[in-house]
């Protein structure tokens, strides 16, 4: 048997092989791919329906399947669009006064089992717009999709009692989606318009073999569970509600004690390579951004303008502009540079709402920024001290599963960028240049730079998901020049400063997102809100409270988040809801513990207990805040 071709996940033969049938004549080796996933993070990160061309096709004919299975059940049913997404497929439905449950999910599922049953031969039609028009003419969804169609041919697909208006391509025969799973569904406003009315969007899966839609499962039930919101929710570390505003989320006590650690920790680790941090205004004018560029090349991902005396002002979507003029409040000399103007930031971007996303990506977020004003000779310097910042950052973290991106202009849309293409080149040159001499592996991809000048992205690789960018190293020689910065040379002459702008750990919350999902939420001992809580065995005993309160105050003296719980429960309950939260120590105490003076700690997520002196375990927990230690419950 003959390799046709080789994917990341599968090997596909033609035209026999002892796997199991694919589609189309092609076949999986099934063997091939089971002992591939046993990296669930690796297959999870490689599963995308709308780029993998025979998982899209599958999918999309699915959808079918489900609409077919829809109008099987409410005949007065109505559809929209049903496309194929990176996640797999979704329809929306106007099912009229009907809601979806899971009772109708239930029975959907088991009216498309019978669809794929019966394996309906799946064809497609070229019909006229006016024969369209006709044979939709009760389903006001596909007249409105059919009247931005061009006048010519247009294609439907008919399988069995069902005939649906598509593009395509589907698979040939419905019994080759019978591997699916509905996965989800919501209300979504008809295109996306709040001022339309509420449809049904119901999501679903599909797969070649059973194999890979159980595999695919076991990962969603993992992505669940590691879900920063999910996590974040039951150790009270951030809410949202709607009348605060959408992609608006809140700290609570325990979550800005995170961020507090996280700002603290990158704001040291600055200070020591010469960092000067700053405190600028929200807003700003939109002459500012004018000014900057930003408001030609930006303007749609900003808040709305505010009107105020006479003037206007926006939300600031990035502090670039605010550090350019506080470099601009005085002459500076050559020799002082490399200057370095730090700032934990509040930003604001008005981002789709479909993007929201927790504190991973929301409206509001707080940049660990920071512009380095630089000579041309100082470039490559600063920039090797960047990346190794944040490699070094990264080490503390254990963030390993990374890659380097050198983002360009894409030279076939230069409107999307300032234009200056002697600039462009010069920047692009010399941030390639200074990536070769140091030695850094990155691929290249175009039309991914920020409008003013080509950038280093480090795209970590999460536990669940698609990567995205954490890091970022920006070279720009156009904001400076906009802003009429200069510095006196050696020779006595005016010169214009190159600007790296710079963010190591992204935004706090996206970071603090990130290391939940790495962790589950088994945050290392430093880091962690709560990092030990003490039970007493008895709550009524009198002479064992005060003992634990007398541990209580002793580690807090010394430094340590320590919580006491002497709640009227039994000692079961407050360990299960302390593991919930995910203390990393928790210390039970009883009448041993008090005559010996010493304390009783187990890990959280383990059951054996060990027994120490309080100076030992005080030496112990302040031995692994300095070095940083993981925390093992995060590698299980």
Known sequence: MRIIRVEPRICIFAPYTDGKPLYRGLFVCVYCYVKVIKNYKEIFKMVDFKADERLNTLN????????????????????????????????????GENAVNDDVIAAIE??????????????????????????????????????????????????????????????????????????????VYWKGDASNHVMQRIYGVC?????????????????????????????????????????LPMFLPKGYTVWQELENYIKAKERKLGYLHVMTPCVGTVGLYKTSGHWDHYKENMFPAMEVEGESFVLRPMNCPHHMMIYANRMHSYKD???RIGEIAHDFRFEASGTLKGIERGRHFCQNDAHLFVTPEQIESEFASVVALIFDTYKDFNITDYRCVLSLRDPADKVKYHDDDAMWDMAENALRKVLNDIGIEYTE???????????????????????????????????????????????????????????????????MAYILEETKGNLPLWLAPVQAK?????????????????????????????????RNEKLGYRIREAQMEKVPYLLVLGKNEVADRTVSYRLHGEQQSTTVSMEDFLAMLQEDIRTKKLNPAAAK
């Not at 999309?60 to 049903?82: D, I, N, R, T």
């Not at 009524?540 to 719980?565: P, Q, T």
């Open 110 to 187: 088991k009216e498309m089992k019978k669809i794929c049953k019966e394996g309906k031969k799946i064809y497609r039609r070229e019909i006229s717009k006016a024969e369209a028009l006709e044979l939709f003419k009760n389903d006001e969804y596909k007249l409105d999709l059919i009247s931005d169609l061009e006048d010519g041919t247009i294609s439907v697909y008919d399988q069995g009692d069902f005939t649906d208006l598509c593009r395509g391509p589907h698979v040939d025969n419905t019994k080759l989606c019978k591997n699916f799973k509905l996965v989800k569904y919501s209300g």
């Open 445 to 511: 991809e175009i039309g991914e730079a920020a409008f003013y000048g080509p950038k280093l992205d480090v795209n970590v690789k999460p536990a669940i998901g698609n990567e995205y960018t954490l890091s970022t190293c920006q070279l720009d020689f156009c904001l400076p020049a906009k802003f009429n910065l200069t510095y006196i040379d050696s020779d006595g002459t005016k010169k214009t400063p190159v600007v790296l702008h710079r963010a190591i750990l992204g935004s706090l919350d996206r970071f």
């Open 534 to 566: 003490i039970l007493p065995v008895k709550n009524e005993d009198e002479e064992l409270n005060a003992y634990s309160h007398e541990v209580y105050k002793y580690l807090e003296d010394n430094g340590i988040r320590v919580e006491i719980d002497e």
């Open 207 to 247: 797969f070649p073999t059973a194999e890979e839609l159980e595999a695919h499962l076991k990962l969603l039930e993992e992505a669940k569970e590691r879900d920063h919101r999910k996590i974040g929710k039951e150790m009270q570390l951030f809410m949202s509600d709607d009348l605060v505003g959408r992609g």
């Open 337 to 339: 540079l490399p200057i």
């Open 60 to 95: 999309h004919s699915c959808a079918h399947v489900m609409a077919q299975a829809v109008k099987h059940l409410y005949p007065e049913a109505k559809f929209w669009v049903g496309p194929v997404v990176k996640e797999g497929f979704y329809y929306d439905i106007d099912l």
